[in-house]
């Protein structure tokens, strides 16, 4: 039995138009700042819908690279990628304010997500646009990262973040998407996978050990094939479990 409220949140804004049929199954949404993927127009219509569900909507900055999704690391300055980052999390707070909102958190997307984790030069750059932003804001990250240690270092809150749709190395790195294995497809193993991190605070990675993990939100793609589908299957299972 579940004692908590599971925080479920999803990548959106991301082209896909499917954000009408998610919200009602989301509590928090990463909406994309139109540099790996969407569009003003796109993000304007994602927070409006976020507003009448009630979902919290944070920012979902990436690598500034539309071609290949965010999900591979760019050959850019760092002076270049901070600004970038800057403006994309701007964006998506101005227009945020402007639909009486305020902006909840920070989530990195993609290889951006993924080399924070691990490496310090990264991560500070992103820690530094939560640090001067004029309210706090929640940095979504992963459990045992090097960014997210930076960050509360740094004074800024931290929900870890786990997936539900994606599976892991022993490392707690994210199997890479070049791999067959990489996400999750079947609705029962993601739900267990669910269920272990919630229960027991450890999963399984692909080589086959235990693995510990802590989670504040739980991630589920906006481009995953089954989104809509999963979502549904993982909100009744977290109902018969309440």
């Not at 993000?43 to 900055?61: F, M, N």
Request: aromatic share 8%; with cysteine; proline share 3%.
């Amino acid at each position: 039995m579940f004692t908590k409220q599971i925080d479920i949140n999803c990548d959106v804004a991301e082209g896909l138009g499917n954000e009408k049929r998610l919200m009602p199954y989301l509590n928090s949404c990463n909406i994309a700042c139109a540099a790996h993927a969407g569009s003003n127009e796109v993000i304007d219509e994602v927070i409006s819908l976020a507003k009448s569900h009630k979902v919290k909507i944070g920012a979902h900055p990436s690598f500034p690279d539309r071609e290949n999704f965010g999900r591979k690391i760019m050959n850019i300055s760092f002076s270049e990628l901070q600004k970038s980052i800057r403006s994309q999390i701007q964006l998506v707070k101005s227009k945020t304010e402007e639909y009486g909102e305020r902006l909840h958190h920070i989530k990195p997307h993609g290889a951006l997500y993924n080399i924070a984790a691990k490496e310090k030069s990264y991560a500070e750059i992103i820690v530094a646009e939560l640090v001067r932003l004029d309210y706090p804001v929640f940095l979504y990250a992963p459990y045992n990262s090097v960014i997210s240690s930076l960050a509360k270092e740094n004074g800024i809150q931290v929900m870890f973040e786990a997936f539900v749709d994606r599976n892991y190395n022993s490392d707690l790195s994210l199997v890479s998407r070049t791999l067959p294995n990489a996400i999750i497809k079947e609705n029962e193993t993601a739900w267990e996978q669910l269920k272990s991190m919630i229960d027991n605070e450890e999963l399984i990675s692909i080589q086959g050990e235990k693995v510990k993990i802590k989670a504040d939100t739980f991630c589920i793609h906006g481009d995953h094939e089954n989104a809509l589908e999963l979502l549904q299957f993982i909100r009744m299972k977290l109902s018969q479990n309440d």
